[in-house]
């Protein structure tokens, strides 16, 4: 059982970009759900979190800037994400709980750079 990232890419310093997250594979309703971000070289750190009742949680080096939700109809989980940074640069990985037992995506790459 895996969850599938998507939407990563290449973009400029203040730039947007806006990550899906694909929960097909789990009881998405009951999930709760976690970004995570690892920068090349560092430890995986957790974003943000939305849970299955709706309550949401973000780092403050992200507040104000992105957003975390989620469609349950669609099974997808997103990450607004702007006024991105360079420091921002990482590995972007999805994280469901669902009834005590954890899954993970392989990631999507975010790279800010001018």
């Known amino acids: 059982v895996q969850l599938v990232e998507s939407g990563g890419g290449l973009v400029q310093p203040g730039g947007s970009l806006k990550l899906s997250c694909d929960g097909s594979a789990i009881v998405f309703t009951r999930a709760d759900m976690y970004w995570y971000r690892q920068p090349q070289g560092k430890e995986r750190d957790l974003v943000a979190a939305?849970?299955?009742?709706?309550?949401?949680a973000y780092k403050d080096f992200v507040k104000g800037r992105f957003t975390i939700s989620r469609d349950n109809a669609k099974k997808l989980m997103y990450l607004q994400m702007n006024n991105l940074k360079p420091e921002d640069t990482a590995l972007y990985h999805c994280?469901?709980?669902?009834?005590?037992?954890?899954?993970w995506g392989r990631g999507t790459l975010v790279t800010v750079s001018s």
């Open positions: 994280r469901a709980l669902e009834e005590g037992t954890g899954y």
């Open positions: 939305i849970h299955s009742g709706g309550r949401l």
